[in-house]
């Protein structure tokens, strides 16, 4: 039904689309590590070697661990599964809480004491009314 | 239907069609924005900050909808010889672009009172700018050559590279972790965003749709005007 013509330039097209998914998957595959704009506690307890350069420790604000003395912030990031302390002193952003997501940007001390120059609040997927959280936290 | 593809014809849609569409326009934007910024609740958590949402999704929609559009005309036209595709897909590119512009902007704007940072080198954040620089290369590709065969191939040349960063774009908060959020609405899951902040989003979409639709119709009735002007009466 079709030139021979299209034919190859349909097979070129294809291809040119294949060679490029491959490349850009080993790609990505490999800077795995890089990708990733911060890594989660568990992460950072099977650290062979501690990283002396910047991180960042990502995950929530455990309940109840936020504790604030004169401008020091200490409060714990959890992923559920393990844990790590975190120390701030600067103005941390309107949406930090407990129970909330949290990016903390800075240097790690050991596996389980992160000091941080930089905190950032991860914000979820979820967008509602204070009404229907309201009503949703009642249940 | 070959008809309807007669330069005459489609000329004379071309012509007329922006007014109405403008028109249809304003009418949607209106209601869209008095939806998003008066209507609608705000959020739980973010309360106002919520609002940037219905211009910052809307804009990257529409932004990667218009990339796709532009990549899939692209390969037709290399693929079947047709000139037509490749003048829709250049009229198309602008408004795309502008689109992810504003998406950029307005998620940077959102960024600093809700993440605490303007700018994050994140994967979503970073596939988003690349995907404005594949719009940028491919802009200044049909300024830089003459001739209409090279352009042709340079210019879907760069929609199939730049094609392979659309889905990362889109899978990008599933893949690894990035300050981004993942997707609230999800065709095959439950949506994790109230109704009442779904209709205002569907209809600022709707009118970046009609903006998007008025721009390419001035840029391909432009297109036409210069194929009438060299005495070609086919596409």
Same mark, same amino acid.
């Given at each position: ?47 062979? /070697? ?6 960042? *420790? ?27 302390? *975190? ?43 204070? /009404? *229907?959280?309201?009503?949703?936290? /009642?249940? | 239907?070959? +008809? ?10 071309? #012509? ?32 106002? $900050?919520?609002?940037?949402? @219905? ?7 529409? !932004?990667?909808?218009?990339? #796709? ?20 897909? +250049? ?14 902007? =307005? ?12 700018? $994050?080198?994140?994967?979503?954040? =970073? !596939?988003?700018?690349?995907? $404005?620089?594949? @719009? ?19 210019? =879907? ?13 889109? @899978? !990008? ?10 997707? !609230?609405? &999800?065709?095959?899951?439950?949506? #994790? ?11 600022? =979409?709707?009118?970046? $749709? ?15 005007? +210069?194929?009438? &002007? ?6």
């Amino acid at each position: 039904m079709y030139g021979r013509k299209v034919k190859l330039r349909f097979l070129f097209v294809v291809i040119i689309l294949i060679t490029l998914i491959l490349t850009t998957f080993l790609i990505l595959n490999s800077l795995e590590e890089n990708v990733v704009y911060f890594k989660s506690p568990s992460e950072i307890k099977s650290l062979t /070697e501690l990283d002396k350069n910047k991180i960042r *420790v990502g995950g929530m604000v455990k309940k109840n661990s936020i504790s604030i003395n004169s401008d020091e912030v200490n409060f714990i990031i959890t992923d559920f599964k393990n844990e790590i302390n *975190v120390i701030y002193s600067g103005a941390v952003p309107s949406l930090f809480a407990e129970g909330k997501g949290v990016v903390a940007e800075g240097f790690l001390k050991d596996r389980n004491f992160f000091s941080a120059i930089k905190i950032l609040a991860k914000h979820d997927e979820n967008y509602m009314p204070p /009404e *229907v959280k309201e009503a949703l936290g /009642e249940k | 239907m070959l +008809k309807l593809l007669e330069p005459n014809k489609i000329f004379q849609i071309t #012509s007329k069609a922006p007014k109405y569409v403008l028109l249809l326009f304003i009418i949607v934007l209106s209601i869209g924005l008095v939806e998003a910024l008066i209507l609608s609740p705000e959020d739980y958590k973010q309360s106002d $900050a919520v609002r940037i949402m @219905y211009v910052h999704v809307p804009a990257a929609w529409i !932004s990667l909808g218009i990339f #796709s559009s532009i990549t899939l005309l692209s390969i037709s036209g290399f693929i079947f010889k047709n000139k037509n595709f490749f003048l829709i897909s +250049k009229s198309l590119a602008p408004s795309g672009f502008v689109f992810n512009l504003i998406a950029l902007v =307005t998620g940077s704007i959102w960024g600093k009172p809700t993440w605490g940072t303007w700018w $994050a080198w994140d994967a979503r954040i =970073t !596939s988003m700018l690349i995907l $404005a620089l594949f @719009y940028l290369m491919y802009l200044i590709a049909w300024r830089i050559y003459d001739s209409e065969e090279k352009v042709y191939k340079i210019s =879907t040349f760069i929609t199939i590279i730049g094609i392979i960063n659309v889905p990362i774009i889109k @899978y !990008s908060v599933d893949w690894w972790n990035t300050l981004h959020q993942p997707a !609230s609405i &999800n065709i095959m899951t439950k949506n #994790s965003i109230h109704s009442s902040m779904l209709y205002p989003l569907f209809i600022m =979409t709707a009118a970046f $749709a009609l903006f998007s639709l008025l721009i390419f119709l001035m840029k391909y009735n432009t297109e036409l005007i +210069k194929i009438k &002007n060299k005495g070609l009466d086919r596409l």
